[in-house]
């Protein structure tokens, strides 16, 4: 899907990014795909939420490691975005409140 993204990025003012938290092998391609997403000048102003997924899994990787492999802190030093984690399990529901609060606050503000 990811070729096509930029045919739906009119008028997006959040971008929710999954990660799959007990795919290490998956990591490196997601990091592609999430660089693509913060370079495209269509999503400059984007607020982005990167969500690590299924934290229930014993498998799971810690999102220190995560965000060390990905070398997220300088994503975020480099990126005109505004870029917010959360570590979420969609098949339990943990944490998904806090994505339903953190688009609430993000467009309690938009223009």
């Known amino acids: 899907m990811g070729p096509i993204w930029s045919s739906y990025f009119g008028n997006c003012r959040s ?3 999954m990660v799959d938290a007990a795919n290490p092998a998956q990591l490196s391609a997601s990091c592609v795909q999430l660089l693509g997403l913060l370079s495209a000048e ?3 102003e984007a ?7 299924k934290i229930d899994l014993p498998c799971y990787m810690s999102i220190e490691e995560m ?20 570590e979420i399990s969609a098949q339990k529901g943990t944490g998904l ?9 993000t467009h309690r503000t938009d223009r």
Do not use: G, H, Y
């Open 97 to 105: 409140s806090e994505v339903l609060r953190w688009l609430r606050d």
């Open 42 to 44: 269509q999503l400059a």
């Open 67 to 86: 965000k060390s492999l990905i070398r997220l802190p300088d994503i975020i030093a480099c990126a005109k975005q505004n870029i917010t984690t959360a």
């Open 15 to 17: 971008l929710l990014f």
């Open 47 to 53: 607020s982005v939420l990167i969500l690590f997924n």
